[in-house]
């Protein structure tokens, strides 16, 4: 869990979001989000959440804490999440996973750089030393807002996800040492940035 305080409302292109953390009340939601989504989206998940099962279990790992999860919403919609994935009882407990989804006519309006910067303020709440992000590699702009964050390039694996039409796509794996970027912030007197 965050110790960050919820709700919160961004600008996102002179259209008010709020972010929310995710409960089980909002699973109809996550799941109706999930699947307005391109199916090209989709593809750096490692489960597909346009399901119903799929999102019962995220919701199951939200409330065992092994998922924080931010909604954004707009209207009474879904138009964005952001999620920080940890396994505290692996070898990589240190590190966590951030994924971040906006849906299509909110893209280019700051949501999704806004989602990201939440995820990793929720990741330093965790303890969290290193982070990771991973996208298909046509997934430029998105790949743009983390290098934005800190984030470097550590690999790129070929064709490792089949979209539904039995295409495969390669996909970049980012990630993020805290410490490492910490001190270079300090270095250059942007401690407080984040």
Same mark, same amino acid.
């Given at each position: 869990?965050?110790? +960050?305080?919820?709700?919160?409302? /961004? &600008?996102?292109?002179?259209?008010?979001?709020?972010?929310?953390?995710?409960?089980?009340?909002?699973? *109809?939601?996550?799941?109706?989000?999930?699947?307005?989504?391109? #199916?090209?989206?989709?593809? =750096?998940?490692?489960?597909?959440? *346009?399901?119903?099962?799929?999102?019962?279990?995220?919701?199951?790992? /939200?409330?065992?804490?092994?998922?924080?999860?931010?909604?954004?919403?707009?209207?009474? %919609?879904?138009?964005?999440?952001?999620?920080?994935? +940890?396994?505290?009882? %692996?070898?990589?407990?240190?590190?966590?996973?951030?994924?971040?989804?906006?849906?299509?006519?909110?893209?280019?309006?700051?949501?999704?750089?806004?989602?990201?910067?939440?995820?990793? @303020?929720?990741? @330093?709440?965790?303890?969290?030393?290193? @982070?990771?992000?991973?996208?298909?590699?046509?997934? !430029?702009?998105?790949? #743009?807002? =983390?290098?934005?964050?800190? =984030? !470097?390039?550590?690999?790129?694996?070929?064709?490792?996800?089949?979209?539904? %039409?039995?295409?495969?796509? &390669?996909?970049?794996?980012? %990630?993020?040492?805290? &410490?490492?970027?910490?001190?270079?912030?300090?270095?250059?007197?942007?401690? #407080?940035?984040?």
């Amino acid at each position: 869990m965050t110790d +960050r305080t919820y709700p919160k409302t /961004i &600008d996102c292109g002179g259209t008010a979001v709020e972010l929310r953390l995710m409960t089980a009340a909002d699973e *109809a939601a996550a799941l109706a989000f999930g699947q307005s989504l391109p #199916e090209h989206d989709l593809l =750096f998940l490692s489960r597909d959440i *346009a399901h119903p099962k799929v999102v019962a279990a995220w919701i199951a790992e /939200i409330e065992a804490g092994s998922i924080t999860t931010l909604l954004a919403w707009e209207g009474g %919609s879904v138009v964005g999440c952001a999620a920080v994935v +940890r396994d505290a009882l %692996s070898w990589s407990r240190h590190v966590g996973e951030i994924r971040v989804l906006v849906a299509p006519g909110y893209r280019g309006k700051g949501l999704g750089r806004g989602l990201a910067q939440e995820a990793m @303020l929720a990741a @330093l709440d965790l303890g969290l030393k290193k @982070l990771m992000v991973r996208m298909t590699i046509d997934q !430029t702009a998105a790949i #743009e807002v =983390f290098e934005m964050l800190g =984030f !470097t390039g550590e690999a790129l694996l070929k064709d490792h996800v089949m979209d539904r %039409s039995g295409r495969t796509h &390669d996909l970049a794996v980012l %990630s993020h040492d805290v &410490d490492r970027v910490g001190r270079q912030m300090a270095a250059y007197g942007l401690e #407080e940035a984040l």
